[in-house]
C-alpha cells in the first residue's frame, strides 16, 4: 500500500462540516486539530519503521476521539505488519469491549461518530472509523487459523463498501471496494478456488470495465486455469487502454506480454520485454524478479543471479521483498557449494536495509 492509500486506510470514514466551522485550519485549540500527527506516522510506516510505531502509540496521551481511533488504527497495522496478530487483534478487541452489538455491526456503534461528541465537534457528523479498523477485524482471523470467518467478514465488508457506495458514489469507496475484491481474489486464488476468483473479478469490471490493473489481474487467473486464448484477449484489451499513460501502465502491459511467452515457454522473448519494463522503469521488482527466473529457465543461472543481487545493489528499497530473496537464496544454493555463508552475508546486509516487517526467514538459514 502506498502512501496516499496508508492515508486513505487510516482516516476516518465520513465527515460533514457544519456551516460554519470551529474545527477549520484557522481553529486556535490543538485538540480540534483534526490533521494531529499523522503525517508523522505516515512518514515511519512509509519507511517501513513499525516497531518505532509501535514504540510511540503504545504511550498513553489525551487526544480527542479521532485521534485515539487514528492512533489505535495505526497500532493495529503495526502489529499487524510485524506478524503480531494476537497482539493486533487484542488492540481491536479492546476498542469493541463492552459494546453490545448484538448480531449487528459492533463499529456501527454511536461511539464511533462524530454527532457523539457535540462538545469536541459542533456541528460534525458521520463515522470517524478509520477503514483500516473494519478491514484488519476481517483479515485477522485467517492469519490465527480461522479461514472461514475472514471470508464471512471480508464478504460483509464488501456488502458494506458497496452501501457506502451506492448512498455517495465517491471514489475512495470505489477504490476500498477494488481493494477488498483483490483481497478476496489473492485468498481464494491462494486455495485454487479459481472460479471464485474469476467471478469476483469479472462483476468488478461490469462496474468498470475500463480498468487496466483488474483486467490484467483477470488474465492472470485466466492464465492459472489454462484458458489461454481468454487471457490473450483481456491483455489485448489492456494494451488498448495504457497507451499513453504512463510508464506504470506500459510495464503493467510489458509484463502482461512477457507473461504470455513465459506461459509457451518462449524464455528469450519474455527476458526481451521484462528488459524493456526495466529501461523504462529501473526499480520494476517484479520485472527484475521474472527476468531472473527466465534466465533460470533458459539455464542461465550465472546471469539470473546477478540480475537479482544488481537490483538489490541498485534499488535496494524497492528490491528487498521476500519473493526476490527467497529466490535468490535458491538460486545460491543451486550455484554454491558453501551457500550457507553466502547466504549469511546476504542476510546480515539484508538485516541493515529492510523494513522491520521484512520476514528474514527467506533467507532459510
Not at 485468498?187 to 468498470?208: C, G, I, P, Q, Y
Not at 502482461?256 to 506461459?263: D, T
Not at 540480475?307 to 526476490?324: D, I, M, N
Request: proline share 5%; hydrophobic share 40%; aromatic share 8%.
Amino acid at each position: 500500500m502506498d502512501r496516499d492509500g496508508e492515508q486513505e486506510f487510516i482516516h476516518g470514514e465520513t465527515l460533514t462540516k457544519a456551516p460554519s466551522d470551529p474545527l477549520s485550519s484557522s481553529s486556535s485549540n490543538p485538540l480540534l486539530d483534526l490533521s494531529f500527527d499523522a503525517d508523522e506516522l505516515l512518514d515511519l510506516a512509509a519507511r517501513g519503521q513499525w516497531r518505532s510505531l509501535v514504540d510511540n502509540l503504545s504511550r498513553s496521551r489525551s487526544v480527542p476521539p479521532h485521534v485515539h481511533l487514528s492512533h489505535l488504527a495505526f497500532h493495529a497495522l503495526s502489529l499487524h505488519k510485524l506478524r503480531r496478530f494476537p497482539d493486533s487483534l487484542r488492540v481491536l478487541q479492546s476498542l469493541i469491549a463492552g459494546v453490545d452489538a448484538g448480531d449487528g455491526d459492533p463499529f456501527d456503534s454511536p461511539q464511533f461518530r462524530y454527532e457523539s461528541y457535540p462538545d469536541v465537534y459542533p456541528g460534525r457528523s458521520g463515522s470517524m472509523l478509520p477503514f483500516a479498523v473494519r478491514y484488519l477485524h476481517a483479515d485477522l482471523p485467517q492469519r490465527l487459523g480461522d479461514r472461514s470467518q475472514s471470508l464471512d467478514r471480508l464478504y460483509s465488508l464488501l456488502d458494506f463498501v458497496r452501501q457506502r457506495i451506492a448512498a455517495s458514489g465517491g471514489d475512495h469507496w470505489r477504490r476500498r471496494e477494488a481493494f477488498i475484491v483483490s483481497s478476496l481474489c489473492c485468498n481464494h486464488f491462494s486455495h485454487r478456488e479459481f472460479d471464485v476468483a474469476l467471478a469476483l473479478l469479472r462483476d468488478l469490471l461490469e462496474r468498470d470495465p475500463s480498468d487496466p490493473v483488474l483486467l490484467s489481474k483477470l488474465g492472470h487467473v485466466q492464465l492459472q486455469i489454462g484458458d489461454l486464448d481468454g487471457a490473450r484477449a483481456t491483455f489485448a484489451r489492456v494494451e488498448k487502454l495504457v497507451v499513453g499513460n504512463g510508464v506504470e501502465l506500459e510495464n503493467l502491459a510489458g509484463r502482461n506480454r512477457a507473461l504470455e511467452h513465459l506461459v509457451n515457454k518462449d524464455y528469450a522473448s519474455a527476458v526481451r520485454e521484462y528488459e524493456e519494463c526495466i529501461e523504462r522503469d529501473p526499480a520494476d521488482v517484479v520485472a527484475l524478479n521474472n527476468k531472473a527466473l527466465c534466465l533460470l529457465y533458459s539455464r542461465d543461472l550465472s546471469d539470473s543471479i546477478k540480475v537479482l543481487e544488481g537490483a538489490l545493489e541498485r534499488v535496494p528499497t524497492a528490491a528487498v521483498k521476500e519473493t526476490l530473496v527467497v529466490n535468490l537464496c535458491s538460486m545460491y544454493e543451486l550455484a554454491y557449494v558453501n551457500h550457507g555463508e553466502v547466504k549469511k552475508r546476504l542476510n546480515n546486509w539484508i538485516a541493515r536495509v529492510a523494513p522491520d516487517d521484512f520476514d528474514p526467514s527467506c533467507t532459510r538459514i
